[in-house]
């Protein structure tokens, strides 16, 4: 009988994708709360349960989680990548004055990309929507107020 290791076909995820214990406890801190942290904040949640991770070991993991479809990474314009849980296709709302991020209580608008072909020459492979504004806590802030009146408006033309 030949022992060999099996190929990515006959398996789930390629050897190199198993669910080691670190990617487990990072999954589990970033589900826990449905926050999208930075990977420094989710590498400060971590180390409660697991103290000698480095910092690089959260990066790399959160790389092959997201390669895994375990999880979103959330690229937004002139800030750190931010992460989510829930890597089914979702809306998200941030705060433009404290970064706080939620997910938009909406269905994904899979009409937008029907829209697009044959009016572009583009292949279209997906799109992302952020909406912006101020979160409860942000709203009730004055210099919030002020700050997301005059920040919006050059914000949004982008």
Do not use: W
Request: net charge positive; hydrophobic share 35%.
């Amino acid at each position: 009988m030949q022992n060999r290791n099996p190929t990515t076909s006959e398996t789930k995820q390629p050897a190199k994708f198993r669910m080691t214990r670190q990617r487990r406890v990072i999954l589990e801190e970033l589900r826990k709360e449905n926050i999208h942290p930075t990977a420094d904040m989710l590498y400060e949640m971590v180390r409660k349960r697991l103290p000698h991770i480095s910092l690089g070991t959260v990066y790399r993991n959160l790389e092959l989680l997201t390669a895994m479809g375990e999880i979103q990474t959330l690229e937004i314009s002139g800030s750190q990548k931010r992460y989510d849980g829930i890597p089914q296709k979702h809306y998200h709302i941030r705060c433009i004055y404290c970064g706080r991020m939620d997910d938009a209580p909406i269905a994904p608008l899979n009409s937008l990309e029907d829209n697009l072909y044959g009016a572009t020459v583009y292949t279209i492979m997906g799109h992302r929507l952020e909406f912006l504004g101020l979160c409860p806590e942000c709203s009730l802030n004055e210099t919030a107020r002020r700050f997301a009146e005059q920040a919006l408006p050059a914000e949004a033309a982008l």
